[in-house]
């Protein structure tokens, strides 16, 4: 893992990238260009993706509105939700005194647009680059030596956290130290040029670079704003148990693909509902699981519990409170195994802690369907 260079200064100072770094621009894709297409009789095109990732949302947008000649303007495309754990990690360098500037290619004015419904981050910036203020964009390095510049500190004191290969080129031509977050999942090796590739914002440690660490932490786990989600146990023919001898209650990810696309892949836990059976502790995967090599997103809760039977057809319901860590790929088999096993002894802990035992009696777990939350979801069960 890299860290700051010996006998280089500290790193004092931090830069954000705003699309795909802070802000989810990838969802304007499932939530509006996918429902908007399938309305105009079009289907979106998955392939086309990755040409949206380095763009800003309206360079997107136009892209996508261009591509299938949709008579659309751009306007409607902007109120864009965070990414899990910007607004903590925004929130912790503000409270620790860290200086941190946002740095986009967008225009200023579009930035100020953007940032402006996000409850304190404006006031939590030192700086503001947009990509008008400078004369070359990313991937030159101008608009990261311009951020530092502002605010009164040089390239090697600056930490650069970025979702875009050109991002990274930037900020590493700047002579910055750079954390990639990309947007897109299993391109890790394309961003061998960043000091540190990270699945998501939750997954960085500003203790590796010599800045407060977070202190949220709670046995080995992460206190995340709980979601929900629902769906009937049908009969699959998951790996789950065949392979690793656990039975999980699979829940394709298609369902719940607005509410998957906010979460990034990883190890999270909760509560789970069952409509006739009670509540149970549950421990779950999100993600592509690398160890197969899933070309499908999936969401899959091992229920901690010996049932002793199986239970197709009833409505499981899952709370889903705390993040334990990204997903991994594994030497072996039995390394994964013993690995789930460890989650769910952390998961089966941290439940009893009060900041998520408290949503043990939420009526979600018992009604889903007067939520709004509730998906129609169809859940796989994966039985011994
Ligand atoms: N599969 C992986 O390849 N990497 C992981 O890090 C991983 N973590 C998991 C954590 C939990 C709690 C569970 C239940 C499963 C995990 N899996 C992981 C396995 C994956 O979700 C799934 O069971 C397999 O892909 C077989 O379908
Ligand atoms: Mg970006």
Same mark, same amino acid.
């Given at each position: 893992?890299?860290?700051?260079?010996? $006998?280089?200064?500290?790193?004092?100072?931090?830069?954000?990238?705003?699309?795909?770094?802070? #802000?989810?621009?990838?969802?304007?894709?499932?939530?509006?260009?996918?429902?908007?297409?399938?309305?105009?009789?079009? =289907?979106?095109?998955?392939?086309?993706?990755?040409?949206?990732?380095?763009?800003?949302?309206?360079?997107?947008?136009? #892209?996508?509105?261009?591509? !299938?000649?949709?008579?659309?303007?751009?306007?409607?495309?902007?109120?864009?939700?965070?990414?899990?754990?910007?607004?903590?990690?925004?929130?912790?360098?503000?409270?620790?005194?860290?200086?941190?500037? +946002?740095?986009?290619? =967008?225009?200023?004015?579009?930035?100020?647009?953007?940032?402006?419904?996000?409850?304190?981050? /404006?006031?939590?910036?030192?700086?503001?680059?947009?990509?008008?203020?400078?004369?070359?964009?990313?991937?030159? &390095?101008?608009?990261?030596?311009?951020?530092?510049?502002?605010?009164?500190?040089?390239?090697?004191?600056?930490?650069?956290?970025?979702? =875009?290969?050109?991002?990274?080129?930037?900020? /590493?031509?700047?002579?910055?130290?750079?954390?990639?977050?990309?947007?897109?999942?299993?391109?890790?090796?394309?961003?061998?040029?960043?000091?540190?590739?990270?699945?998501?914002?939750?997954? @960085?440690?500003?203790?590796?670079?010599?800045?407060?660490?977070?202190?949220?932490?709670?046995?080995?786990?992460?206190?995340?704003?709980?979601?929900?989600?629902?769906?009937?146990?049908?009969?699959?023919?998951?790996?789950?148990?065949?392979?690793?001898?656990?039975?999980?209650?699979?829940?394709?990810?298609?369902?719940?693909?607005?509410? @998957?696309?906010?979460?990034?892949?990883?190890?999270?836990? $909760?509560?789970?509902?069952?409509?006739?059976?009670?509540? !149970?502790?549950?421990?779950?995967?999100?993600?592509?699981? &690398?160890?197969?090599?899933?070309?499908?997103?999936?969401?899959?809760?091992?229920? +901690?519990?010996?049932?002793?039977?199986?239970?197709?057809?009833?409505?499981?319901?899952?709370?889903?409170?705390?993040?334990?860590?990204?997903?991994?790929?594994?030497?072996?088999?039995?390394?994964?195994?013993?690995?789930?096993?460890?989650?769910?002894?952390?998961?089966?802990?941290? #439940?009893?802690?009060? @900041?998520?035992?408290? !949503?043990?009696?939420?009526?979600? #777990?018992?009604?889903?369907?007067?939520?709004?939350?509730?998906?129609?979801?169809?859940?796989? +069960?994966? =039985?011994?």
């Amino acid at each position: 893992m890299a860290a700051p260079r010996p $006998g280089g200064r500290p790193i004092s100072h931090v830069i954000l990238d705003l699309d795909g770094t802070l #802000l989810n621009t990838d969802s304007i894709v499932s939530r509006v260009v996918e429902p908007f297409l399938v309305k105009n009789g079009k =289907s979106w095109d998955s392939k086309k993706a990755h040409k949206l990732v380095e763009k800003t949302p309206y360079e997107a947008a136009a #892209l996508v509105i261009e591509d !299938y000649g949709l008579p659309y303007s751009t306007e409607e495309w902007c109120n864009i939700k965070p990414l899990p754990g910007a607004n903590r990690l925004i929130k912790h360098l503000r409270s620790n005194g860290v200086p941190t500037a +946002l740095a986009s290619n =967008s225009p200023r004015s579009n930035i100020e647009a953007k940032i402006s419904s996000h409850e304190g981050w /404006k006031e939590s910036f030192s700086a503001i680059v947009g990509g008008d203020e400078i004369e070359k964009a990313k991937p030159s &390095p101008d608009i990261f030596l311009e951020a530092a510049k502002r605010m009164n500190t040089g390239p090697s004191n600056c930490l650069v956290i970025e979702d =875009s290969l050109p991002g990274v080129t930037a900020g /590493k031509a700047a002579g910055m130290h750079v954390i990639a977050v990309p947007s897109i999942p299993k391109k890790t090796a394309e961003f061998s040029s960043a000091d540190e590739v990270v699945n998501s914002l939750l997954d @960085v440690r500003p203790e590796k670079w010599g800045l407060p660490p977070f202190d949220d932490w709670i046995e080995g786990t992460l206190p995340i704003e709980p979601w929900f989600i629902s769906g009937p146990v049908i009969k699959g023919f998951g790996r789950g148990s065949k392979v690793l001898g656990i039975p999980t209650a699979n829940l394709p990810a298609e369902s719940f693909s607005d509410l @998957v696309s906010e979460h990034t892949s990883g190890v999270y836990f $909760g509560w789970a509902g069952l409509s006739t059976r009670g509540i !149970y502790k549950m421990v779950m995967s999100i993600g592509w699981n &690398p160890y197969f090599d899933n070309t499908e997103k999936t969401v899959e809760p091992w229920l +901690l519990n010996d049932f002793g039977e199986d239970f197709y057809g009833e409505e499981l319901c899952l709370a889903i409170v705390g993040y334990i860590r990204p997903e991994a790929n594994f030497p072996s088999l039995e390394s994964l195994i013993e690995r789930i096993h460890e989650d769910g002894r952390i998961a089966e802990k941290a #439940l009893d802690l009060p @900041v998520y035992a408290k !949503y043990k009696d939420s009526p979600y #777990l018992r009604n889903p369907l007067q939520q709004a939350n509730s998906a129609n979801g169809q859940a796989e +069960l994966n =039985s011994k």
